[in-house]
């Protein structure tokens, strides 16, 4: 009627009212037509379409056109706006969709499994703003899903993820992906819904690394002897890691909550060592074991294998202590030609080197450097070796930087005549090549191949240099006991015992010992072992490093020099700081290891000792540095 009466006066609404200043007729008609009806069915329209939307949620079909055409006499009531639609329907809608919606949780709750629940809550909400779309005003959208996210999810969450035999670990236990998703999903929408459940993933996959932890304890505790080498408890870390990496990025999209939980959870696991070896030992050798191709593998996964150990390694809060690990086992691979190639090796460098920065492995890449630069230098003097008719071995050396590689120790060894000669060749023909660098013999680390003859057979023994010379002393078949061994080869107690039980108590007993046994007595004695036999022609026989795999006091001595260096980098910059600012920023600043608030406290005070830093006069607690 309204429309119709400015089409008939549209003259007087165009003239008249224009320059009387006076409300058009339109405008005029909807404000009578506001007070003589609207005012009077208003709510009692509200409740007759409040009551037909409950119809279509309980899945009756309704007349959506009628709805949509109430709902636009509300909108056009605001004159303008939307201050009708607000005020009239949408307040009295979002409160009778939050009466429904808490009738319907209160049921499905009691009735419903968790992820039952969660499929009717999204159905809910899709349904929702499917109404929206088909008849309620946009911008109802934000209010009406919020509500129902305030009822169906944010009520009930803790009692939704902790719900027994459906909540969240019980899907997680259970590898149920899509419910999972579908529970990031729903909680993601509401304000700080997924911080609960990510402490569940991470309370979950806590429990998990610490029930593989405890495997291996009670596989110690049964009685499996305890060694570095456990590639069985490092292979279910990363099978762990891999599946809840997993689970992370495809399951929970990535989201930096659920990759936080992962992290804490297996810094956490990987963290706690069990029996004498820590767990930074296992990772360095099983390590050692694929880049030594124990495990038996093709280069595609030795790669994929690398790629989760240095996973698994930045968790690592002693990292110096895997890089200390890492480079014995590395230099005995480069030193024995262990190693399954040389690009490999550089992979794995690559790896740590981007986890951990330059200084990390520097020594590391000298090592690599050392072995290519050499290579030449060590075919040119082989070379002049075969033109000296005096030398009758072929005998090569490798020159290595001291600085890059580890520490080993050096036994004053008495060699054969033919070694010296050798040796005293090749020191000429350095010393003309470099005259200032000074040469030390690591007699431990070399190898070497001996012809045996035992009966009427010959044998190619593959052996480390000291167990060369020791064959060489039994070379006339001469009975020498332990005492006179000693003296003629000039070895310490603690070197030869291990050397003569490579030779006569291991797999190849190449030399006979008396009296017979599986451990080595001053009181034994030794001689060529004339009934040895075996089908292999060429024999390795290995000998007991002489060395451990790490030195925890030389990695004592590198943190503290650390610790030092980052207390004196911080209050260099900073002249002044307070005790506590002090150690939380060299805690920052050190990322290889965590050191102890003690340990902090006693290079400061050995600092001040040295007069690199002094207390302030006026406080205590208060650091100056002096220049």
Known sequence: MNKWLKKFFTYLDRYYVKHNTLPTLSHAGLRHFQTLVYEEVKRDVCTAMLHIIDQEREGEIIDKDLIKSCVELFETMGMGTLDAYVADFEQPLLQNTREYYRLRRQEWIVTDSTPEYLIKAEKALANEKARVADYLNPSSEAKILKVCEEEILEEVEMVLLEKEGSGCKVLLANNKADDLRRMFRLFARIDNGLVPMANIVQVFISEIGHEHVKGRQARLDAGEKDKNDDPEFVKSLLKLHGKYLGVVKDTFDGHSLFQKSLKDAFVETVNKNVGNFTNAELMSTYCDRVLKSVEKLNETEVEENLDKVVQLFSYLTDKDLFAEIYRNQLAKRLLNQRSLSSDAEKSMIAKLKMQCGTHFTSKIEGMLADLAVGSDQKNEFVERLKRNDKVKLDFSVQVLTTGFWPTYKSP????????????????????????????????????????????????????????????????????????????????????????????????????????????????????????????????????????????????????????????????????????????????????????????????????????????????????????
């Open 412 to 627: 004053d060894v008495t060699l054969p005549p033919e070694m010296v000669s050798c040796m005293g060749e090749f020191k000429k023909w350095h010393d003309s090549k470099h005259a200032k660098r000074k040469l030390t013999w690591q007699y431990s680390l070399g190898n070497a191949s001996v012809r045996a003859t035992f009966g009427s057979k010959t044998y190619d023994l593959q052996v480390s240099t000291l167990q060369a010379v020791a064959l060489n002393a039994f070379n006339g078949d001469e009975k020498l006991s332990f005492v006179q061994l000693q003296e003629k080869l000039n070895l310490e107690e603690p070197i030869l015992k291990p050397l003569m039980h490579s030779l006569s108590c291991g797999k190849y007993r190449v030399i006979a010992k008396s009296p017979p046994g599986d451990k080595i007595k001053k009181t034994d004695s030794f001689r060529y072992n004339s009934k040895f036999s075996s089908n292999m022609r060429k024999i390795r026989i290995q000998m007991a490093s002489l060395e451990p795999s790490n030195s925890l006091k030389r990695v004592q001595e590198e943190r503290t020099n650390t610790i030092e260096a980052a207390i004196v980098r911080i209050m260099k910059a900073r002249k002044t700081l307070g005790h506590q600012q002090l150690i939380a920023e060299v805690l920052q600043q050190l990322a290889l290891f965590s050191p102890t608030t003690l340990s902090i406290k006693r290079r400061i005070e050995a600092l001040i000792d040295r007069e690199y830093l002094e207390r302030d006069k006026d406080s205590t607690s208060t650091y100056n540095y002096l220049a």
